[in-house]
T-cell receptor
Framework: AQSVTQLDSHVSVSEGTPVLLRCNYSSSYSPSLFWYVQHPNKGLQLLLKYTSAATLVKGINGFEAEFKKSETSFHLTKPSAHMSDAAEYFCVVSVPTYSNSGYALNFGKGTSLLVTP | DAGVIQSPRHEVTEMGQEVTLRCKPISGHDYLFWYRQTMMRGLELLIYFNNNVPIDDSGMPEDRFSAKMPNASFSTLKIQPSEPRDSAVYFC?????????????FGPGTRLTVL
């Protein structure tokens, strides 16, 4: 079964410092992996996606993630945090649907990112 | 494009009452998903539709929950009777098979409070 584990429920960084949100995946084959962000009282927005092309994936707002098969990891990073980055971040794996004609998403538990001035 | 539209944004009701949540997917999308988000359980997939047909409802918690998709542009999630433990944020998302694998577009959610 395909699943993801987010290793930190809360991460706190100072504005201007690097961000690292950790995610490990479990999959019996090459997975499709995503990071979604949820700002307070908002819906979820796709940050970036990995679908077996380049292992270093760049997303919106300066975020990027690296797929490491040997470590079964897909960590999210950003060189310099901004106050507006404070949000909930979800690591997600795509799994074939019951009918095998589409995909459903399995979400991690989420990591809450706090950015302090 | 207006994105996925959900209504109402907030709903407060009393235990035992019927609650209906509504969703309009992005035009042209052939998949529609209903999720529930709580602090305890995180994001859970309740049910999804393909071309208006329910494909997998194994995530629906119990018979009090039902979902319909009468046409490509409208879906409802109904809870009858509602209970306090149903309090959560309910998200609707849509996608299309020809799009990027697994990418879904989420609505803003409906925050349900059952007193």
């Amino acid at each position: 079964a395909q699943s993801v584990t987010q290793l930190d429920s809360h991460v706190s960084v100072s504005e201007g410092t690097p961000v690292l949100l950790r995610c490990n995946y479990s999959s019996s084959y090459s997975p499709s992996l995503f990071w979604y962000v949820q700002h307070p009282n908002k819906g979820l927005q796709l940050l970036l996606k990995y679908t077996s092309a380049a292992t270093l994936v760049k997303g919106i707002n300066g975020f990027e993630a690296e797929f490491k098969k040997s470590e079964t990891s897909f960590h999210l990073t950003k060189p310099s945090a901004h106050m507006s980055d404070a949000a909930e971040y979800f690591c997600v794996v795509s799994v074939p649907t019951y009918s095998n004609s589409g995909y459903a998403l399995n979400f991690g538990k989420g990591t809450s990112l706090l950015v302090t001035p | 494009d207006a994105g996925v539209i959900q209504s109402p944004r907030h709903e407060v009701t009393e235990m035992g009452q019927e609650v209906t949540l509504r969703c309009k997917p992005i035009s042209g999308h052939d998949y529609l998903f209903w999720y529930r988000q709580t602090m305890m359980r995180g994001l859970e997939l309740l049910i999804y539709f393909n071309n208006n047909v329910p494909i997998d409802d194994s995530g629906m918690p119990e018979d009090r929950f039902s979902a319909k998709m009468p046409n490509a542009s409208f879906s409802t999630l109904k809870i009858q009777p509602s209970e306090p433990r149903d309090s959560a944020v309910y998200f609707c998302a849509s996608s299309f098979l020809g799009g990027s694998v697994g990418e879904q577009f989420f609505g803003p959610g409906t925050r349900l409070t059952v007193l």
